[in-house]
T-cell receptor
Framework: GAVVSQHPSWVICKSGTSVKIECRSL??????MFWYRQFPKQSLMLMAT?????????EQGVEKDKFLINHASLTLSTLTVTSAHPEDSSFYIC???????????FGDGTRLSIL | AQTVTQSQPEMSVQEAETVTLSCTYD???????LFWYKQPPSRQMILVIR??????QNATENRFSVNFQKAAKSFSLKISDSQLGDAAMYFC???????????FGTGTRLTIIP
């Protein structure tokens, strides 16, 4: 149980394009989903917290207009990197939890490479 | 603000031996949870073990166990009978009680020597 699917796993695109990453909870309803960014050989950095049906809460320093988050249902959250540039290249991971104080379950991550 | 410290950037252990990864944290809360996550080369984050602070008994999951010292704010992970598949980055994590945002340590890279 507690499976989180993240898609795509790897995307390469040209600078200036927008990229959408999906995060789905497959066997539970995720009231809260989290989006992280991880640079090589570093820990995970929380970007934003999203609750179903409400606006995402962004961490300090994260551009909300650059990283659009939508949590339209209890099983799906999306992260759209708008007008992506090479400095946006990174590993993005989502997580989801069903109930308060339950562990977060992570997707497999998306490797984003902007040329 | 909560902080999580992992003082061992790298550890290695012989296969079948036991290894302990250390983690300390800082919090003013009395009730909380602590987690250890594993990130193998595939980069998926896998929950290894969870400890509730109000429980005095240390959590155990098969070959994985913790040594939770609440007063010392220490939360170490012991891996017994180490296997090649245990090779990974291990992150200690603390969820903020209010909004449950996870604060991760910097990680410990564990190498298993055959």
């Amino acid at each position: 149980g507690a499976v989180v699917s993240q898609h795509p796993s790897w995307v390469i695109c040209k600078s200036g394009t927008s990229v959408k990453i999906e995060c789905r909870s497959l066997d539970f309803q995720a009231t809260t989903m989290f989006w992280y960014r991880q640079f090589p050989k570093q820990s995970l950095m929380l970007m934003a917290t999203s609750n179903e049906g409400s606006k995402a809460t962004y961490e300090q320093g994260v551009e909300k207009d650059k990283f659009l988050i939508n949590h339209a249902s209890l099983t799906l959250s999306t992260l759209t990197v708008t007008s992506a540039h090479p400095e946006d290249s990174s590993f993005y991971i989502c997580s989801a939890r069903e109930l308060q104080f339950q562990p977060q379950h992570f997707g497999d991550g998306t490797r984003l490479s902007i040329l | 603000a909560q902080t999580v410290t992992q003082s061992q950037p790298e550890m290695s252990v012989q296969e079948a031996e036991t290894v302990t990864l250390s983690c300390t944290y800082d919090t003013s809360e009395s009730d909380y949870y602590l987690f250890w996550y594993k990130q193998p080369p595939s980069r998926q984050m896998i929950l290894v073990i969870r400890q509730e602070a109000y429980k005095q008994q240390n959590a155990t999951e098969n070959r994985f166990s913790v040594n939770f010292q609440k007063a010392a704010k220490s939360f170490s992970l012991k891996i017994s009978d180490s296997q090649l598949g245990d090779a990974a980055m291990y992150f200690c994590a603390y969820p903020n009680f209010g909004n449950e945002k996870l604060t991760f340590g910097t990680g410990t890279r564990l190498t298993i020597i055959p």
